[in-house]
């Protein structure tokens, strides 16, 4: 049951050009804890997401041409209201994503606190004064705002993967169209009556809802739109990017990863097994940065598979609202067959179960908690990024193995790694093939550092002082100061 101290974040309409909205059909959304309708939004379309980018154009001139110090103010004011309603956007967002509502609350803050760096951001993009090439002539680089912004969301964390776009984007002077995802737009549709309420100008920020393909043709099709930033799957990223390159967008992706979990005999093994309770199973599995493979040397192997099991068989597991759950539903049935597709294969190919592997007894789509000993490295586990509550621990001898194993892989959004031995924390930080290494640690995300990967798990970063740059075009301007030429013998182009 969804109650709220502000009944006013339930929003069921999208949100374009300042006006709450309809479409011509609507979709349901779902409880993933008990299947349960929490709410229906429209679906806008085609026509919805041209109607948005209409109001995004509209609205760019002015919002680019406010000072950074009113843009930076409005955002602090969403900050505000963001921490203000914390306990609503967490009960909200545990419900149509099942995460618990610790973890959601942690959202919230995660969330709030990159419009709260961006809002600080927005006041430190300067520009350069270059040394010139030849005597006469003065060299300046200015940032401009790149325009009209799309952005696609997962539904894996409903509210920071918005914020740590339209954070920047909005600092940057830049407009957005949001399309999240259509299993929790609710989320991105109480963000948005945030900004309505913190004073954000209609058009600023859109958020269109319904079925992605139709609507995600306009925003990767329409020249209008400079910026293309998307976090999801691999595939479905490749082909958006492919889309945007017809009008040559600009394009972030944040797409799927592999990440290796490396423990050596060296590591403490109380850091590491915490390490990856935090990181492997941290809103069941699904996050873009959880282990996929557990690389553990033959030395702490045993010592290390047993104790994980025991720390895992004793995960509560649970509907997000129920106190102390540790361990809330998959989004859905499809994630839930795809743990099973991977467990079945690992055990066929010689895994050994140490706990979980099955459905629980209870309706919704939960997974118990599970580890796998002596997965084989060419098993799904160790191929595809499982998003489950599924650790596969792999054997591992000496430290050019873990190497191979760790890189053998086509994504490289984040590698762990659990050592003592201090050169060691180097030489492998330094060819691990990853955009993030977490070192004797699991927790790695943060507003303050920069957010991404590199092979096929994507380019561009979020969040950090780098993040703004993504949004942001440079302009190199040279001009000719000796007094015999007109000064606009070489002005902008
Ligand atoms: C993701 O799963 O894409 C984001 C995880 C994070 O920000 O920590």
Same mark, same amino acid.
Request: include cysteine; charged fraction near 25%; glycine fraction near 10%.
């Given at each position: ?52 980018? =209409?109001?995004?154009?509209? /609205? @760019?001139? %002015? ?14 004011? +969403?900050?505000?209201?963001?921490? %203000?309603?914390?306990? =609503? ?19 919230? =803050? ?6 709260? +760096? ?11 004064? @270059? ?7 003065? @060299? ?14 997962? +539904? ?7 914020? %740590?776009?339209?954070?920047?984007? @909005? ?20 963000? /948005? ?139 859905? =049935? ?38 796998? /000993? ?120």
């Amino acid at each position: 049951m969804l109650e709220l101290a502000e009944p006013r974040l339930l929003r069921k309409a999208a949100f374009i050009g300042g006006s709450w909205s309809g479409g011509l059909t609507e979709i349901d959304v779902h409880n993933p804890a008990d299947a349960e309708l929490i709410a229906s939004v429209p679906d806008v379309g085609a026509s919805g997401a041209m109607a948005a980018i =209409d109001a995004a154009e509209d /609205a @760019l001139p %002015r919002w680019t041409l406010l000072t950074a110090r009113e843009r930076a103010r409005l955002l602090r004011r +969403w900050y505000d209201l963001i921490t %203000r309603h914390k306990e =609503d956007l967490a009960r909200l967002l545990t419900i149509e994503q099942g995460k618990p509502l610790s973890e959601s609350r942690a959202e919230v =803050d995660y969330a709030a606190a990159y419009i709260e +760096w961006f809002s600080e951001e927005a006041r430190r993009i300067d520009g350069d004064v @270059l040394p010139p090439h030849v005597e006469g002539k003065r @060299l300046f680089v200015f940032k401009k705002s790149v325009g009209i912004v799309a952005a696609i969301t997962p +539904w894996n964390f409903p509210l920071a993967m918005i914020t %740590r776009k339209v954070g920047p984007a @909005l600092a940057a002077g830049c407009t957005m169209v949001l399309k999240p995802s259509e299993l929790t737009p609710l989320s991105a549709l109480a963000l /948005a009556w945030l900004g309505e309420e913190a004073g954000l100008p209609a058009g600023v920020f859109n958020v269109v809802t319904g079925i992605a393909g139709p609507i995600g043709e306009v925003l990767t099709r329409d020249s209008r739109v400079r910026k293309f930033t998307f976090t999801g799957s691999t595939d479905v990223g490749k082909s958006l990017a492919a889309e945007c390159m017809k009008t040559v967008k600009r394009v972030s992706l944040e797409l799927g990863g592999n990440a290796p979990f490396i423990v050596f005999d060296d590591a403490s093994l109380e850091a590491a097994v915490d390490g990856a309770i935090a990181s492997k199973f941290r809103n069941a599995g699904q996050t873009c940065v959880c282990p996929n493979r557990l690389l553990i040397q033959a030395g702490i192997y045993d010592q290390f598979a047993a104790t994980l099991a025991d720390r895992v068989s004793r995960l509560r597991l649970g509907s997000g609202l129920e106190r102390d759950t540790e361990i809330g539903p998959l989004i859905d =049935d499809r994630a839930v067959a795809k743990a099973e597709r991977h467990i079945a294969d690992a055990i066929a190919r010689g895994g050994r179960l140490l706990t979980g592997g099955s459905r629980p007894n209870r309706a919704g789509s939960f997974f118990l908690p599970t580890v796998i /000993a002596d997965v084989p490295k060419d098993a799904l586990l160790c191929r595809e990024e499982t998003f489950a509550p599924v650790a596969g621990l792999v054997r591992f001898g000496t430290e050019a193995e873990a190497i191979s194993l760790a890189n053998a892989t086509s994504s490289g959004l984040a590698s762990y790694l659990f050592t003592s031995d201090a050169s060691r924390i180097w030489r492998l930080s330094d060819v691990l093939e990853s955009g993030m290494v977490g070192v004797n640690t699991g927790s790695i995300s943060t507003e303050i550092a920069p957010f991404g990967g590199i092979k096929e798990s994507g380019f561009g970063r979020e969040g950090s002082r780098y993040g703004i740059g993504e949004y942001l075009n440079l302009k190199f301007i040279c001009l000719d100061v000796r007094a015999e030429t007109p000064v606009d013998a070489c002005g902008p182009a």
